[in-house]
Nanobody, 119 residues
Framework: QVQLVESGGGLVQAGGSLRLSCRAS????????LGWFRQAPGKEREFVAA????????RYVESVKGRFTISSDYAKNTVYLQMNSLKSEDTAVYYC????????????WGQGTTVTVSS
């Protein structure tokens, strides 16, 4: 098992930036892919971005392309999500997840960190 702890959420104005971090501990070597997901109030959880521990195989949902950047630092056991040009529709609880590949299935999840974008 791997444990995931997210941080970096908060309140930001539209157009602003935030960087989310997800620190992993435990049996990290068993998981090749890391992903960020989000769940807005009243909506289903959706995929945002994914990456491998080596920093390759990046994937993004269309709505965040050009604004969000996912990166990984294996030495620090941490994956990041840099979010720029934030919009009110980015408001959600953001979750970090680990899986067998960056296409999933994602079987380990963090507790989530809340991002609120005010317009």
């Amino acid at each position: 098992q791997v444990q995931l702890v997210e941080s970096g959420g908060g309140l930001v104005q539209a157009g602003g930036s935030l960087r989310l971090s997800c620190r992993a501990s435990g049996r990290i070597s068993l998981y090749y892919g890391l992903g960020w997901f989000r769940q807005a109030p009243g909506k289903e959880r959706e995929f945002v971005a994914a990456i491998s521990w080596s920093g390759g195989s990046l994937r993004y949902v269309e709505s965040v392309k050009g604004r969000f950047t996912i990166s990984s630092d294996y030495a620090k056991n941490t994956v990041y999500l840099q979010m720029n040009s934030l919009k009110s529709e980015d408001t959600a609880v953001y979750y970090c997840a680990a899986g067998q590949s960056n296409y999933g299935p994602f079987t380990s999840w963090g507790q989530g960190t809340t991002v609120t974008v005010s317009s």
